[in-house]
């Protein structure tokens, strides 16, 4: 995971210096090199500086989402940062969060990221928060809560068909 963390930070530092790319798409790639630092870090078990590259990846794809919506004010492009990147990165942050025990935050993060895969129709993301939201409700010892989220995802993962996520959940 070392190599990975080196690969991710070369991408990240040449994406800083990259011209010929609109600025939103260089600060889309740079969030995406920091996700793929905190995952190699969250590998490693080293939550916390995981949790550090997840932020700045959020703020990174924050970045690029006002960038781009200037610029397709101005239509010189036709472009969309994609919403599910954005709910990977929240669940990842959360997931980060109810793992070191601060579940109220990761519960926060969890459901913005709920919120976007439902408007956007990720049903397979839709069920995978739910089911983490679950897990820290039962960390937090609120059983009810926990079973209303189990059950939301369950009903998705059959839904889908999906086996594997109905026995996961």
Same mark, same amino acid.
């Given at each position: 995971y070392p190599q990975a963390v080196d690969y991710y930070q070369s991408s990240f530092d040449t994406l800083e210096q990259v011209d010929q790319a609109p600025t939103y798409l260089r600060r889309t790639g740079q969030?995406? $090199?920091?996700?793929?630092?905190? !995952?190699? %870090?969250? =590998?490693?078990?080293?939550? &916390?500086?995981?949790?550090?590259?997840?932020?700045? $990846?959020?703020?990174?794809?924050? !970045?690029? %989402?006002? =960038?781009?919506?200037?610029? &397709?004010?101005d239509e010189a492009v036709d472009a969309e940062v994609d919403i599910y990147y954005l709910s990977e990165i929240l669940t990842a942050l959360g997931a980060t969060y109810i793992e070191q025990g601060d579940s109220q935050r990761g519960i926060a993060l969890h459901q913005r990221a709920l919120a976007h895969a439902r408007a956007f129709g990720y049903t397979e993301r839709e069920a995978q928060i739910l089911t983490n939201l679950g897990v820290a409700q039962a960390t937090l010892s609120n059983a009810a809560a926990a079973v209303e989220y189990y059950q939301q995802a369950l009903t998705l993962y059959e839904q889908m068909g999906s086996r594997e996520g109905w026995r996961q959940t």
């Open positions: 969030s995406h $090199a920091a996700l793929g630092i905190g !995952l190699s %870090y969250a =590998l490693q078990d080293q939550p &916390l500086r995981a949790a550090e590259h997840y932020w700045q $990846a959020l703020t990174y794809l924050e !970045l690029a %989402y006002e =960038l781009e919506s200037e610029a &397709l004010q």
